[in-house]
């Protein structure tokens, strides 16, 4: 019974079987991640192939796709940096290799010390230079860190052609609550108007430690001809927080005797919150003068409050 069963299934499938035609799938590469050429290491635009130093670039697409809120979670996928939690961000720099670095925002090394502070609301990418810096930016140190591992370079976005309407809005653990946003509108055929911002306020494992961030990057462009670009970047950025004191040995590591909870805040009551108040301006005029030759103009404000 069972090879007759068999048979005839085999002699059914044969009836129904058809030819089908032939199918064709088409699709472009996905190059969001590729990076081809960078001017971080070398203030010009330059294929990264010819640039004499290692060179990691993070672009816009991956921090979206990881959903990075800070600095340091954009450069988890950068070997040899150092992750800072966001409780530390009065205490801890970034370390390239060991060593201290330096944060450059669109060409112009940032005043203070607390690296992690950056928003990326509207970073367009961020490119980390390992290894000494010091004849891009001076070997006395940027802020208050030498470069001698290397440097943090942000490019934030700039206005475009193009018209683009972000709003976002996140909560999460810790009563974590934010929105942020990213309108780029284009005036005529040559100019063009950009603002980006972002809001955001959370505590933390830690009792009384919170974090909190107010950020407005308004920017105006003007490209009268594809060999002409002037292009006016405004910055205002907030951060406030209270600082943590981390945690003793005895009752964490060594709990022999007692044990603190990881939430335990050792500080003291009362304590006043610690604001971090960035603004400046940043102007760049790039002109096209022959098929060999461009030149390039900066010129930038930054002001730095700590309290």
Not at 132 to 139: D, H, K
Not at 291 to 298: A, C, E, G
Request: aromatic share 8%; proline share 4%.
């Amino acid at each position: 019974m069972s090879t007759l069963v068999a048979g005839c299934f085999g002699v059914a499938c044969a009836e129904e079987a058809t030819q089908l035609g032939t199918i064709e799938v088409k699709a472009a590469a996905d190059s969001g991640y590729v990076v081809k050429s960078v001017s971080a290491g070398t203030r010009t635009d330059t294929p990264v192939e010819h640039v004499p130093q290692s060179i990691i670039t993070v672009p816009r697409a991956m921090v979206e796709d990881q959903g990075s809120k800070t600095l340091s979670d954009a450069l988890r996928n950068v070997s040899n940096v150092n992750t800072i939690d966001q409780r530390d961000a009065n205490n801890v720099v970034f370390r390239i290799r060991g060593f201290t670095s330096a944060t450059v925002v669109d060409g112009v090394a940032m005043k203070g010390n607390f690296t992690n502070q950056e928003s990326l609301v509207n970073a367009e990418r961020i490119d980390v230079i390992k290894g000494p810096s010091g004849a891009l930016f001076g070997s006395q140190g940027v802020g208050g860190y030498g470069t001698t591992g290397g440097i943090v370079a942000i490019t934030t976005a700039e206005p475009s052609q193009e018209i683009v309407r972000k709003i976002g809005f996140k909560v999460g653990s810790y009563g974590e609550m934010g929105t942020n946003f990213d309108i780029n509108q284009p005036l005529d055929s040559a100019w063009a108007f950009r603002v980006a911002g972002e809001w955001s306020d959370s505590d933390s494992e830690t009792d009384r430690v919170y974090l909190k961030r107010r950020a407005l990057f308004p920017s105006l462009s003007w490209a009268p001809s594809n060999d002409t670009k002037v292009v006016l970047r405004l910055r205002y950025l907030e951060n406030a927080t209270l600082d943590y004191s981390a945690l003793p040995v005895n009752g964490t590591l060594n709990t022999s005797t007692y044990k603190l909870p990881r939430s335990t805040f050792i500080g003291a009551n009362g304590l006043p919150e610690s604001t971090n108040k960035a603004q400046g301006a940043n102007l760049q005029w790039s002109q096209k003068l022959t098929d060999t030759w461009n030149f390039s103009f900066l010129a930038a404000y930054n002001e730095i409050k700590l309290d």
